[in-house]
T-cell receptor, first 117, second 111 residues
Framework: GAVVSQHPSRVICKSGTSVKIECRSLDFQATTMFWYRQFPKQSLMLMAT?????????EQGVEKDKFLINHASLTLSTLTVTSAHPEDSSFYIC?????????????FGNGTRLTVT | EDQVTQSPEALRLQEGESSSLNCSYT??????LFWYRQDPGKGPEFLFTLYSAGEEKEKERLKATLTKKESFLHITAPKPEDSATYLC????????????FGSGTQLTVLP
């Protein structure tokens, strides 16, 4: 089945620094990848849709200058949390569908636990 | 606005005690309903997709069903390894492939 790899799984950074999270589709190509954020005991909230070769689409309330998304190839999307603050601490998860299958299930990475001190 | 409500929030079962999880939804034209399992500290793992009312899917001890307003995830004779949070999500027609998730049901199966 489709596999999505996310790295790193955990990161601790100091307030004011930037953190980059990578999301790779290992055995399929994805023109679109999705970035979610999950708070403890809450559901997944879509942050942005990453589009290969074009700008990402951000959900309402998500600061695009703070959460920089780059989708440079059909197998890699990155999320950079810039000037991180403690309130950015959360569980970030990426997902993707196999190419050209609009109603096929999303496959998720294993998430990145970000802790900002 | 699409909405997904899951109940109960948490469920504790004894091993072998069958039960059902509920997912109620409102959506402007359902393209698909998805069930996922999420273990602590991990990303969701895909279980099922249901596309139309009356459809059923099975996998081991799990069976998902769909009506026009809700979906059930039936767990038959659960084992401790079935303990996880089960998430339901819907995709609306013309939604540009985005999913709306419920808040999940945290299932604990006691040995």
């Amino acid at each position: 089945g489709a596999v999505v790899s996310q790295h790193p799984s955990r990161v601790i950074c100091k307030s004011g620094t930037s953190v980059k999270i990578e999301c790779r589709s290992l055995d399929f190509q994805a023109t679109t990848m999705f970035w979610y954020r999950q708070f403890p005991k809450q559901s997944l909230m879509l942050m942005a849709t990453s589009n290969e070769g074009s700008k990402a689409t951000y959900e309402q309330g998500v600061e695009k200058d703070k959460f920089l998304i780059n989708h440079a190839s059909l197998t890699l999307s990155t999320l950079t949390v810039t000037s991180a603050h403690p309130e950015d601490s959360s569980f970030y998860i990426c997902s993707a569908r196999e190419l050209d299958r609009g109603d096929s299930p999303l496959h998720f990475g294993n998430g990145t636990r970000l802790t900002v001190t | 606005e699409d909405q997904v409500t899951q109940s109960p929030e948490a469920l504790r079962l004894q091993e072998g005690e069958s039960s059902s999880l509920n997912c109620s939804y409102t959506v402007s034209g359902l393209r698909g309903l998805f069930w996922y399992r999420q273990d602590p500290g991990k990303g969701p793992e895909f279980l099922f997709t249901l596309y139309s009312a009356g459809e059923e899917k099975e996998k081991e001890r799990l069976k998902a069903t769909l009506t026009k307003k809700e979906s059930f995830l039936h767990i038959t004779a659960p084992k401790p390894e079935d303990s996880a949070t089960y998430l339901c999500a819907v995709q609306a027609s013309g939604s540009a492939r985005q999913l709306t998730f419920g808040s999940g049901t945290q299932l604990t199966v006691l040995p």
